[in-house]
């Protein structure tokens, strides 16, 4: 009996490698890595909230305009940028954007960054060929390193602002250093946008406005007309090129 129980144990053993295996070569992750993130309390389904991320795989997401998907890998139960620590590539690299659109929402994401590293959060997103990246069309919520940033910037385009707009409040602004996690939340609600970290709201601004489109059309976006001017669209998660970790991203879309 005692040699039955050890053949059986081992194949037992034998099987979850090799589902593991499977599970790698699918480009997933082993659920049991990822027990204590990405996933919705009762509460969270009761008030309609929908989770974006499975923590195993790229399923609800693609890439923008169907661009090459090898900058994106799955890491510590996140979705991961693959790029290099102190670099910020080219605007144009692959984001991964949601097969869903949203109109009125409230979206929360979890997300660490590597030293000197530049990424985003964008929204409102139109995908279409005409467009060769996410941010010609929607608003970026700001992820930066600011402290380690090898470049002068400017207040507009630091974490937590609505980039090349609005400005985080930095009076009351809370980045945690980097290889911790930051949790970023952004309220959609007609023309009312709300930019939040962790815990604390340090950017609120009325879209489409005389003087939004006044603030727009003086700055960089006056070179695309279309930035910012959808009511419907997809969200994004940048690929600048650099590491970028992303996890616990969930959406509760809000009535009209």
Same mark, same amino acid.
């Given at each position: 009996?005692?040699?039955?129980?050890?053949?059986?144990?081992?194949?037992?053993?034998?099987?979850?490698?090799?589902?593991?295996?499977?599970?790698?070569?699918?480009?997933?992750?082993?659920?049991? !890595?990822?027990?204590?993130? !990405?996933?919705?309390?009762?509460?969270?389904?009761?008030?309609?909230?929908?989770?974006?991320?499975?923590?195993?795989?790229?399923?609800?997401?693609?890439?923008?305009?169907?661009?090459?998907?090898?900058?994106?890998?799955?890491?510590?139960?996140?979705?991961?940028?693959?790029?290099?620590?102190?670099?910020?590539?080219?605007?144009?690299?692959?984001?991964?954007?949601?097969?869903?659109?949203?109109?009125?929402?409230?979206?929360?994401?979890?997300?660490?960054?590597?030293?000197?590293?530049?990424?985003?959060?964008?929204?409102?997103?139109?995908?279409?060929?005409?467009?060769?990246?996410?941010?010609?069309?929607?608003?970026?919520?700001?992820?930066?390193?600011?402290?380690?940033?090898?470049?002068?910037?400017?207040?507009?385009?630091?974490?937590?602002?609505?980039?090349?707009?609005?400005?985080? !409040?930095?009076?009351?602004?809370?980045?945690?250093?980097?290889?911790?996690?930051?949790?970023?939340?952004?309220?959609?609600?007609?023309?009312?946008?709300?930019?939040?970290?962790?815990?604390?709201?340090?950017?609120?601004?009325?879209?489409?406005?005389?003087?939004?489109?006044?603030?727009?059309?003086?700055?960089?976006?006056?070179?695309?007309?279309?930035?910012?001017?959808?009511?419907?669209?997809?969200?994004?998660?940048?690929?600048?090129?650099?590491?970028?970790?992303?996890? !616990?991203?969930?959406?509760?879309?809000?009535?009209?």
């Amino acid at each position: 009996m005692k040699t039955r129980t050890w053949v059986l144990l081992m194949a037992c053993a034998a099987g979850v490698a090799i589902t593991g295996l499977q599970a790698e070569l699918r480009g997933e992750q082993p659920e049991a !890595n990822c027990a204590n993130v !990405n996933l919705l309390s009762p509460a969270e389904q009761s008030a309609g909230w929908l989770l974006l991320f499975d923590g195993k795989s790229t399923a609800g997401w693609h890439v923008y305009n169907k661009q090459d998907t090898k900058s994106w890998a799955i890491d510590e139960c996140s979705l991961k940028t693959t790029g290099t620590e102190n670099n910020y590539g080219s605007d144009k690299r692959p984001d991964l954007v949601t097969d869903r659109e949203f109109t009125n929402f409230e979206l929360v994401v979890d997300w660490k960054g590597s030293k000197g590293g530049n990424s985003g959060i964008i929204y409102g997103i139109v995908e279409d060929p005409k467009y060769e990246a996410p941010w010609m069309t929607g608003p970026e919520y700001q992820l930066l390193d600011d402290a380690g940033f090898q470049k002068k910037v400017e207040p507009y385009q630091k974490a937590g602002s609505n980039y090349g707009m609005q400005p985080p !409040n930095e009076a009351i602004k809370i980045l945690k250093p980097i290889g911790e996690w930051n949790t970023t939340r952004i309220v959609v609600k007609g023309t009312h946008v709300e930019h939040w970290l962790n815990g604390r709201k340090i950017v609120e601004f009325e879209r489409w406005t005389p003087e939004w489109k006044a603030e727009r059309d003086a700055g960089k976006w006056k070179e695309y007309p279309d930035y910012g001017m959808a009511k419907t669209g997809r969200i994004a998660l940048q690929d600048h090129g650099s590491v970028f970790w992303f996890r !616990n991203v969930k959406i509760r879309p809000l009535a009209d």
